[in-house]
Antibody, heavy 119, light 107 residues
Framework: EVQLVESGGGWVQSGGSLRLSCAASGFTFSDFEMTWVRQAPGKGLEWISYISSSGYTIYYADSVKGRFTISRDNAKDSLFLQMDSLRDEDTALYYC????????????WGQGALVTVSS | DIQMTQSPSSVPASVGDRVTITCRASQDINRYLAWYQQKPGKAPKLLIFAASTLQSGVPSRFSGSGSGTEYTLSIDSLQPEDFATYYCQQADSFPFTFGGGTKVEIK
């Protein structure tokens, strides 16, 4: 069974930093492209970052480019999101998601990690 | 970036109704489109991908159609468990983008 367990969320002051982790199990992590998607309270879904299976190809949404860094450790089946210069509008539930082999879709979701940024 | 416009933003419906939700892309997305269902306090659930392929385990009352820039999610004979918010997502190119959501509410 695929499991995705996000951790590292919490409350942080505006301008601060947090590092999210995602522990993956139930699939061959090193074979899968991964993404982060977030959802602000009461709002819709926003894709924010992508990393290829090898880690060599990375993309970011404009809203987080230059402030967030995605990385992975295939030896430890883990995905990370380093979030710097946090803003109030980064407050959201953050999900780490593997891309399906049949396309850029998300069929497995964890419980997410809640990040609250307050000035 | 590809913009995804979903309509309506909410739809009042009754059990047994047929509900249709539309998603319009700002450019051709070549049927690289998914639909998700989200219930309060829960993570989204994939219903349909590649515009019309039903995800394993999803009831057949859900169906998707469309091409180019116009896509539709239909729910036949709405069930009590179908009252939720639905999102479309384009998977054609980065950045992946989602529609704003459609809340299916009890009439």
């Amino acid at each position: 069974e695929v499991q995705l367990v996000e951790s590292g969320g919490g409350w942080v002051q505006s301008g601060g930093s947090l590092r999210l982790s995602c522990a993956a199990s139930g699939f061959t992590f090193s074979d899968f492209e991964m993404t982060w998607v977030r959802q602000a309270p009461g709002k819709g879904l926003e894709w924010i970052s992508y990393i290829s299976s090898s880690g060599y190809t990375i993309y970011y949404a404009d809203s987080v480019k230059g402030r967030f860094t995605i990385s992975r450790d295939n030896a430890k089946d883990s995905l990370f999101l380093q979030m710097d210069s946090l803003r109030d509008e980064d407050t959201a539930l953050y999900y780490c998601l593997p891309l399906m082999t049949s396309g850029n879709y998300f069929d497995h979701w964890g419980q997410g990690a809640l990040v609250t940024v307050s000035s | 970036d590809i913009q995804m416009t979903q309509s309506p933003s909410s739809v009042p419906a009754s059990v047994g109704d047929r509900v249709t939700i539309t998603c319009r892309a700002s450019q051709d997305i070549n049927r690289y489109l998914a639909w998700y269902q989200q219930k309060p306090g829960k993570a989204p659930k994939l219903l349909i991908f590649a515009a019309s392929t039903l995800q394993s385990g999803v009831p057949s009352r859900f169906s998707g159609s469309g091409s180019g820039t116009e896509y539709t999610l239909s729910i036949d004979s709405l069930q009590p468990e179908d009252f939720a918010t639905y999102y479309c997502q384009q998977a054609d190119s980065f950045p992946f983008t989602f529609g704003g959501g459609t809340k299916v509410e009890i009439k």
